[in-house]
């Protein structure tokens, strides 16, 4: 599988972004996303099981983001709002294989004050 992520910009506190990550073979796999900020380790943020049954997100972003998947349009989305400064990173979307982990090539999330 090879993961496609989009959706990233410049935006400012308390705005709103809608990251996508696709796939032609997404709806087969557990999907998660991953950030990491300047000069950070990488970071979980969220996860969604292949059929949208169980999602989980950090406590950072609770009430805040939320993961979902569209089949029709294979793609699942992160919806963040009232984004924060401490959200500015590069997001990437993540798959496991049976010989390893998938990663998308990051989409740049930049909030400013």
């Known amino acids: 599988v090879q993961l496609q992520a989009s959706g990233g910009g410049m935006v400012q506190v308390g705005d709103s972004l809608r990251l996508s990550c696709a796939s032609s073979?997404?709806?087969?796999?557990?999907v998660a996303w991953f950030r990491q900020s300047p000069g950070k380790e990488r970071e979980f943020v969220a996860s969604t099981s292949f059929n949208g049954g169980a999602t989980y997100l950090i406590n950072d972003v609770k009430g805040r983001f939320s993961i979902s998947r569209d089949a029709a349009k294979n793609a699942v989305y992160l919806q963040m709002t009232n984004l924060m400064t401490m959200d500015t990173a590069v997001y990437y979307c993540?798959?496991?294989?049976?010989?390893?982990?998938?990663w998308g090539q990051g989409t740049l999330v930049t909030v400013s004050s």
């Open positions: 993540h798959t496991m294989e049976y010989d390893g982990a998938v």
């Open positions: 073979a997404i709806n087969n796999y557990d």
